[in-house]
Nanobody, 124 residues
Framework: QVQLVESGGGLVQPGGSLRLSCAAS????????IGWFRQAPGRKREGVSS????????YYRDSVKGRFTISRDNAKNTVYLQMNSLKPEDTAVYYC?????????????????WGQGAQVTVSS
């Protein structure tokens, strides 16, 4: 059974850091592009970052460039999203998703499997 589980969310003050993990089970993650998305209350789900199966290409939305870093450890079947210099506008539920490909995917509808989400709250 394919499953993605996010962890590492929480409450952090502005300027703080969190590292989200997306752990896969039931399949070998090294064949899959992984995307991170977020959804704030009353807003559409938006793409945050993605990484190809090989790790050779990455994508970041403009508002997180220079602050967030996506990485993967295929041996651990896990993808990470390191989030630094967090801002209140980063507050959202963060989801990881996967699709079997080695290209970057930006459209959430093109992803096949999703995790349950992890809450990130940036507030003083």
């Amino acid at each position: 059974q394919v499953q993605l589980v996010e962890s590492g969310g929480g409450l952090v003050q502005p300027g703080g850091s969190l590292r989200l993990s997306c752990a896969a089970s039931g399949f070998a993650m090294n064949y899959y592009t992984i995307g991170w998305f977020r959804q704030a209350p009353g807003r559409k789900r938006e793409g945050v970052s993605s990484i190809t199966s090989s790790g050779g290409s990455t994508y970041y939305r403009d508002s997180v460039k220079g602050r967030f870093t996506i990485s993967r450890d295929n041996a651990k079947n896990t993808v990470y999203l390191q989030m630094n210099s967090l801002k209140p506008e980063d507050t959202a539920v963060y989801y990881c998703a996967c699709r079997r490909t080695d290209t970057l995917i930006y459209d959430p509808y093109e992803y096949d499997y999703w995790g349950q989400g992890a809450q990130v709250t940036v507030s003083s």
